[in-house]
């Protein structure tokens, strides 16, 4: 019993890190039809601009628990710079391209941003704990948790539901939806479709930060952190459905809760789980489990 | 047209001479780069169906690992039958994974190779006791045709070897191009649907494409495991397989030639970014990739048929006023 | 129009880029690559290799730190018998492939005389065959597979440091001193190939002391996978005696930050086997009472008082600002170990600079005198052997991070395999 507590509870914490890395991915996709190979860079740049401005505002010796907002601003000031010019200089000039150019433009953005991050924090690990720490813990089923954790399920859903919000209920949303489905209609109900996708990406860039920066507290942030955030990013919103965020939702839970049950129970194949779910949903479903299916233009 | 049937002479001439002049570290970027021109080759001629993988590194696993552990495990040290194994490999798998990934188009078929590739990756980390996990199998100097290379001379044979190995891969390609099936995919890239009008089955032309470059990437595998004497893991990773998909785009994948002359420059540019740039030499390969992306949508073999075309121009006019 | 143009230019700018790369080669050209110089050379060229980039560069760069340091000081002293030394720096980042065309570089290119390098087993692994190919003296200063001289020969490639086996072996020695009735034990290790051996030699021995151990978790998250709630929920379901784990890098700060708030730390007798390298990193943060080992014997507090040891400490602390953590004494090793063998080598030929096979016969079997103010041995394997020292943590005022308590040191003999002997073979052969 006290095992099946405790696989869902691991496996609901690792989901909310997962969705928050795959959350602008999805929507970037959903939205450009861009897979953004850079995602993880962002995710990376996040982390550090987060940490960065913790670690600044530790020495300053303000009330602790403002630091939570200092990680936060981090992340978005990050993603609110990178995002417009990232859109307004790479993607711009690309969007009538082949999706292999795509794809590479991207990928050429992950190896600039892998050294612009080591010139601008080197290569020492940057490392901050007391956000992780400050909260205290929870014992639930004999086990004892960090509240932060718990917080981190929390923001998720959060994120998950203010992002779906603001698609459906607002003017900007509904534009967003506009353009997604078709361009150039969009583009001649008068809607500026330019500035759609740089507010879209955008987003994408702050959410990709946010979530780099609410996971630097668990984890020492150096060098190499986007090579593995893009991995699990990719593999959650594929196994969801590409650009679809209950699908990252979803994916991020499957990932979770059989990585969790796969670490209790059989731990020898814990490396392989996230691939294996992977491939197996692509079998049989393999736009995803909340992928469409595009017709075929003649 | 004269130049089209000098070009592979004068190739021929230039590649055959080349390690006789160059000293031996150049001759070895040379090896490493005309063997994973083959596997530049095989994700091109996917390219010009409109496909493109993420994924193909797991071919230039299959090919490699083969050999290692043949070599390993079975004791086998003849260069041209373990090619032969590893091709043979490679070839299979991807006839078997033809079956289900050739069905896709777009990003699925890019997600697909490269969720599988990551598969390949972590079973190679797994089964550590008999693929010896991220240590890696050391590749010992093969026999070539029972004949054990002096160690004075390995590193030219060796090359040799691999570009001899290549031809038949260039041939091969350039045949499937010439081939109803090849232009059936040039189609099949501009208008899927039309294509299945005119009663040619897509599928069937994309399943023989995918088991060449399937085989392709097996023998660039191979080849580039003998010379380097050292297969890891990360041969399966997907960032391998994106340097591949980098290559084929930075020399242009609209010509036989154009991924041997990318895969020639990538391995010299990253070596010198190595050398002159060792703390940013991946901002280096970005912004040069961007460059080309940018600014010569055709990759670098544009160049040369630029060239080529201003020299047919410029003889032409001159035997006008002549 | 003028896009058109500006293309034509571009177009031709990269053409010369990529014609600039084959030129630039060609122009390289040079005579044979080893030829045998006996009178005394201007300077003795030494490739440096370790990582400058990626998750690695935390051993990397005080590695390197360590190098620089050392080289200077040499060089002030005089060099080696006169000749001055002048370090090439390389990048290890990169993968196995790209080492090895990187070893071609630094012999053929770059024409060094010998070189230092490499963290990564698999690198290790990789150039190794290479240096053989190359004839070219090649000492690993780091890492840590026991396969490379015990699944082969070498002629001209040395590691001057012990193998992983020394701190398994230590760390269930010392475990069984601190915690004698241990009857528990799980392991969580990095899922490739340090990981595994790190385990399956720890286990082993722990199996051969005490027969009556159970193993009740055996855990195997991904390299760099950050982030440990599960495997930490199931240690602490598990509640075993002792946990070992062989993390480093950003895992085993991961580990800790995770870890000690859910009181992991408490719970259970932690080893960390690599542990020394992060406890600057953790700070204050470290829970007291966790094993730590330090990959031999490296641990600035240790024998403090020895001059080559208060040197090597103050000299890199003034000028890096950090205490040297184990991979700079791995580096110290390596490179005293070039200087002792090549002195070795002229004081039996007379004074004469030796030829590479003199300096190879000067290598085996020497020893030297490095920190912590010991005799450094390199067995006729090529193989060196290190004293281990494991301690608990304990936080002290006069330090803004834990430091060693109860510390045990362990000599060569009783943690490395007698030569020729495979490790696990050893192991096995004790007697209880």
């Not at chain 3, 003296?137 to 026991?146: A, E, H, I, R, Y």
């Not at chain 3, 080992?293 to 600002?321: I, T």
């Amino acid at each position: 019993m006290t095992v099946a507590v405790v696989i869902l509870l691991d496996g609901v914490l690792y989901a909310a890190v997962l969705f928050l890395v795959a959350a602008g991915l999805t929507l970037v996709y959903g939205v450009m039809r861009i897979l953004n190979i850079a995602h993880g860079s962002l995710y990376a740049l996040g982390a550090y601009a987060g940490t960065s401005l913790v670690l600044v505002y530790l020495k300053t010796g303000g009330p602790a628990p403002l630091m939570y907002l200092a990680l936060l601003a981090g992340a978005v000031v990050a993603g609110a710079i990178a995002g417009p010019l990232v859109e307004r200089l790479l993607l711009r000039p690309i969007y009538g391209r082949e999706e292999v150019v795509q794809l590479l433009v991207t990928y050429s953005l992950f190896l600039i941003l892998e050294d612009v991050m080591k010139l601008l924090w080197g290569v020492d690990p940057y490392y901050v704990a007391k956000p992780y720490a400050f909260l205290g813990t929870v014992t639930i089923a004999g086990v004892r948790y960090a509240w932060y954790q718990l917080l981190l399920i929390a923001v998720a859903l959060a994120t998950g539901v203010l992002v779906s919000l603001a698609i459906r209920g607002t003017r900007l949303g509904r534009m967003i939806v506009a353009v997604t489905a078709d361009r150039e209609i969009s583009a001649t109900l008068g809607i500026n479709v330019g500035r759609v996708y740089t507010l879209a990406f955008t987003a994408g860039a702050i959410l990709a930060g946010l979530g780099g920066a609410l996971v630097a507290p668990l984890i020492s942030v150096a060098p190499g952190i986007s090579v593995e955030a893009i991995v699990l990013a990719f593999a959650v919103v594929v196994i969801g459905g590409l650009g679809s965020l209950e699908g990252a939702a979803l994916g991020a839970l499957i990932v979770g809760i059989t990585r969790a049950a796969a670490v209790q129970l059989f731990p020898e194949i814990e490396l392989a789980t996230v691939y294996l779910i992977m491939v197996a949903v692509l079998l049989f479903r393999p736009r995803g489990l909340f992928g469409e299916w595009e017709t075929r233009r003649i | 047209m004269r130049g089209g049937k000098a070009l592979p002479l004068v190739a021929a001439a230039v590649f055959g001479a080349a390690p006789l002049v160059l000293p031996g570290w150049v001759t070895f970027l040379l090896t490493l780069a005309v063997a994973k021109s083959v596997m530049v080759l095989a994700i091109a001629l996917l390219l010009r169906g409109g496909l493109v993988s993420f994924g193909h590194g797991m071919f230039f696993a299959a090919g490699a690992y083969t050999v290692g552990m043949a070599m390993k495990w079975g004791g086998m040290r003849e260069a041209v039958v373990l090619t032969f194994l590893g091709v043979l490999a490679a070839a299979a798998a991807a006839a078997l994974l033809g079956l289900l990934i050739a069905r896709y188009r777009g990003i699925f078929f890019a997600m697909l190779n490269m969720a599988i590739s990551m598969v390949v990756y972590a079973v190679l980390l797994k089964l550590y006791w008999v693929t010896g996990g991220t240590d890696g199998i050391g590749i010992r100097t093969p026999t070539i045709l029972g004949v054990m290379p002096e160690r004075e001379s390995l590193r030219l044979v060796m090359y040799y070897f691999t570009l001899v190995m290549t031809l038949p891969a260039f041939y091969a390609v350039h045949r499937f191009w010439t081939s109803p099936l090849g232009f059936a995919l040039r189609a099949v890239r501009d208008n899927e649907v039309r294509v299945e009008y005119m009663g040619t089955s897509v599928a069937r032309v994309i399943y023989a494409a995918y088991v060449l470059s399937g085989a392709l990437g097996g023998l660039a595998g191979i080849l580039t495991g003998f010379s380097v004497g050292h297969i890891v893991p990360d041969l399966a990773y997907w960032t391998t397989s994106g340097e591949f998909v980098f290559v084929a785009v930075l020399g242009g994948p609209a010509s036989i030639p154009g991924p041997l002359v990318g895969s020639i420059a990538f391995e010299f540019l990253k070596s010198y970014a190595y050398k002159y740039a060792a703390f940013t030499w991946q901002m280096t390969l970005g912004v040069t990739m961007l460059a080309i992306i940018l600014f010569m949508p055709g990759g670098l073999w544009t160049i040369y048929e630029g060239l080529a075309r201003q020299g047919r121009q410029w003889r032409l006019s001159w035997k006008r006023t002549g | 129009m003028q896009t058109a143009s500006f293309r034509t230019s571009a177009k031709c700018l990269l053409a010369l880029l990529a014609l600039a790369g084959v030129v630039g080669g060609a122009m390289g050209l040079a005579g044979p690559p080893w030829a045998e110089a006996q009178a005394k050379p201007a300077e003795l060229k030494i490739g440096i290799v370790s990582f400058l980039s990626g998750p690695a560069t935390v051993f990397g760069v005080p590695s390197k730190n360590a190098a620089e340091w050392l080289i200077e000081k040499y060089n002030r002293e005089g060099g080696i018998g006169g000749v001055k030394i002048r370090p090439v720096y390389a990048d290890e980042a990169g993968g196995a492939e790209k080492q090895v065309a990187e070893f071609r570089r630094l012999v053929l290119d770059e024409k060094v005389d010998l070189v230092i390098g490499y963290i990564s087993s698999a690198d290790c692994l990789a150039v190794a065959p290479v240096a053989e190919e190359l004839r070219k003296l090649t000492v690993l200063f780091d890492c840590g597979t026991n396969r490379i001289f015990e699944d082969s020969k070498y002629k001209y490639v040395f590691r001057t440091k012990a193998h992983q086996v020394l701190d398994s072996v230590a760390a269930a020695k010392y475990v069984l001193s601190v915690k004698p009735n241990v009857k528990t034990i799980a392991g969580i290790n990095q899922d490739y190939a340090w990981g595994r051996d790190s385990w399956e030699s720890f286990r082993r021995a722990m199996l051969k002391l005490k027969p009556d151990v159970q193993v009740v978790a055996e855990l195997w998250p991904k390299l760099l996978a950050g982030e440990y709630s599960a495997e930490i929920s199931r240690l602490l379901v598990a509640k075993p005696d002792v946990i070992h784990s062989s993390f480093w890098n950003g895992d085993i700060i991961g580990l800790v930050k995770q870890g000690a708030p859910r009181g992991l730390f408490s719970q259970s007798l932690v080893v960390l086997t690599a542990g020394e390298h992060m406890l600057q990193d953790v700070g204050k943060d470290m829970p007291e009472g966790v094993v730590i080992g330090a990959r031999g014997d490296h641990w600035f507090l240790h024998n403090a008082n020895d001059p080559l040891h208060k040197e090597f400490v103050d000299g890199y602390r003034a000028r890096y600002g950090r205490y040297p953590i184990y991979p700079s004494y791995h580096m110290y090793q390596a490179v005293a170990g070039v200087k002792a063998a090549y002195e070795k080598a002229m004081k039996a030929a007379g004074g004469a600079w030796p030829s590479l096979d003199q300096a190879i016969k000067a290598f085996e079997g020497i020893e030297y005198r490095v920190p912590p103010g010991r005799t450094m041995t390199i067995r006729g394997d090529h193989n060196g052997i290190e004293p281990a020292i494991m301690g608990l943590t304990k936080h002290d005022p006069k330090y803004p991070f834990a430091i060693l308590d109860r510390m045990m040191v362990f000599p060569a003999a009783e943690v490395n395999p007698p030569l020729g002997v495979k490790s696990n073979d050893w192991i096995d052969s004790w007697k209880k």
